[in-house]
């Protein structure tokens, strides 16, 4: 095995620029906003919704899911009257589930009526999924029957197949009074 001698001269100069590089004050670190850089997405797409298209369900207390493709945005979405029927009355906002790619709406039926519901009929500031993409328009169409009506939440919820947990409301977290 060789070693390496290095003439005084190189040591010298290493050990006065170690010593330098040493004693040389560190910058403070810059922070930085984290950034989050989301590669292309294709448009999200609904893939399943409750009731199913073209279904017939009991009027009344109705929730409204729809499921998407992708991991949707929770603050984004577009729900209006479709071409083939009435808007259900309807809270204004949806709630989207954990999963993150379904929502939930709380809306109110009649009996023996047609409804219709589109899905980002107005795709600026509609649904859309992490990255901002707008979902593509989607139309429902469903009608009730003239059974007897649904009229309470907990049934509606079975109908949908939602668990206990994902109720379409939520309530506000209860805020706790500081002295000071």
Do not use: H
């Not at 005084?8 to 930085?32: D, K, M």
């Amino acid at each position: 095995m060789r070693t390496a001698v290095l003439a005084p001269s190189v040591l010298a100069v290493l050990a006065v620029a170690g010593g330098a590089l040493a004693q040389a004050p560190r910058p403070e670190p810059t922070p930085v906003s984290p950034v989050t850089v989301m590669p292309p997405t294709l448009p999200p797409k609904v893939t399943a919704t409750w009731p199913a298209a073209g279904e017939t369900i009991a009027p009344g207390i109705l929730v409204l899911k729809v499921g998407f493709d992708q991991k949707m945005t929770p603050g984004a979405w577009n729900y209006a009257a479709g071409s083939s029927g009435e808007k259900p009355e309807c809270v204004r906002a949806p709630r989207l589930l954990n999963d993150g790619r379904t929502f939930v709406l709380l809306c109110s039926t009649k009996p023996g009526k047609s409804y219709a519901v589109t899905f980002n009929g107005v795709r600026e500031g509609g649904f859309a999924n992490e990255a901002e993409n707008p979902a593509l328009t989607a139309e429902l169409a469903f009608t009730t029957s003239k059974d007897p009506s649904v009229y309470t939440l907990k049934s509606a919820m079975k109908a949908a197949g939602l668990k206990d947990d994902e109720a379409p409301i939520q309530e506000a977290p209860k805020l706790v009074a500081t002295t000071p």
